[in-house]
Nanobody, 116 residues
């Protein structure tokens, strides 16, 4: 059974930092790409960042240079380091595991709120 559990969200002032974690079970990082998405109230879910099974990373334009995605294969955990946070980063952040053409799984989300 696949499970993705996000943690690390909270309330932070603009300019601050947070690190999100996504603990995965039931999947292998060697074959799954891992991604972070976010959804603000009234908005569609937005892609934030991806780290592939091979370790390559990609970022959405709105977070490039501020956010860093990484993974610890031994702990089966993916991280999203978020720096220089802005009020517009406020959203529920979701972790996603994707094996292209096979399956995808989502976590339950963690709330990030950035105050101005």
């Amino acid at each position: 059974q696949v499970q993705l559990v996000e943690s690390g969200g909270g309330l932070v002032q603009a300019g601050g930092s947070l690190r999100l974690s996504c603990a995965a079970s039931g999947i292998s990082f060697s074959i799954y790409d891992m991604g972070w998405y976010r959804q603000a109230p009234g908005n569609q879910r937005e892609w934030v960042a991806t780290i592939t099974s091979g370790g390559s990373t990609r970022y959405g334009d709105s977070v490039k240079g501020r956010f860093t995605i990484s993974k610890d294969t031994a702990k089966n955990t993916v991280y999203l380091q978020m720096n220089s946070l802005k009020p517009e980063d406020t959203a529920v952040y979701y972790c996603r595991a994707l094996r292209p053409a096979y399956s995808a799984y989502w976590g339950q989300g963690t709330q990030v709120t950035v105050s101005s």
